[in-house]
């Protein structure tokens, strides 16, 4: 969708799953500017942490998809995934910034969970393991972002489309979002939605 010539900023909101997001981009004014799907890796495990880390640990091997792999195996792919993610997110948000005209100053990612520092002990913490990957690639593009000398915010699921309607000083977000996606078109799912929806009240500042 096509920038309006006024729109001097814009801000980008996160919806993860897994390796993959949606990034839904809008003006300062709340207009929508790009949306568009990405991997942060590809042809590596998506799940290291849950998968790999806790059949290291012993969690998990009755399952008829689980592999015998050891602690030290696992923290390296853990590792590898890692630095994967981290160029991924680069070159996606590198990819975003030049096909959106309007200067991109701020990005609006889900809030993560306090986890164990090291990736051994997030591997033998059972609670750990199961959100440690979506932190990862969280994270990833977290760390791209600021790279970019963009602004990071972290937001809150259980009150985004509740800041995105004070954002927008408007009650009802959810008309508002509806007409958005009517506007540019499908696809435009519930991850769409809540990516333009974290996208909103991220507060851009001129450079």
Same mark, same amino acid.
């Given at each position: ?6 729109? =001097? ?17 809008v ?6 500017l ?19 880390? =806790? ?7 009755? =399952? ?10 696992? %923290? ?5 995934? @890692?630095?994967a ?12 910034? #030049?096909?959106?005209?309007?200067? %991109? =100053?701020? %990005?609006? %990612? ?41 602004t990071?915010?972290?937001?809150? @699921? ?20 509806? #007409?958005?996606? #009517? ?7 519930? #991850? ?16």
């Open positions: 969708m096509k920038q309006r010539a006024g729109d =001097s900023q814009a801000a980008v909101g996160v919806a993860e799953n897994g390796n993959s997001a949606v990034l839904v981009t003006s300062s004014a709340g207009e929508l790009d949306r568009r799907d990405i991997h942060l890796t590809r042809g590596l495990p998506t799940h290291p942490y849950h998968h790999q880390g =806790s059949w290291a640990v012993g969690r998990y091997l009755d =399952s008829p998809w689980a592999k015998k792999t050891t602690l030290p195996e696992a %923290i390296a792919l853990v590792e590898r995934v @890692r630095e993610a981290a160029v991924g997110a680069r070159e996606a948000l590198q990819a975003l910034a #030049k096909d959106v005209s309007v200067p %991109i =100053s701020g %990005i609006g %990612i889900r809030l993560c969970p306090p986890l164990p520092p090291t990736t051994e002990e997030r591997i033998r913490d059972t609670r750990a393991a199961t959100m440690a990957d979506s932190v990862m690639y969280r994270e990833a593009l977290a760390a791209a972002a600021e790279a970019r000398g963009w990071v915010f972290w937001y809150d @699921r259980e009150r985004v489309f509740k800041d995105a309607a004070q954002a927008l000083g408007v009650k009802d977000i959810e008309d508002v979002l509806v #007409k958005m996606g #009517k506007a540019v078109g499908p696809p435009w799912q519930a #991850k769409h939605k809540l990516a333009a929806a974290a996208a909103m009240p991220v507060r851009v500042h001129r450079r």
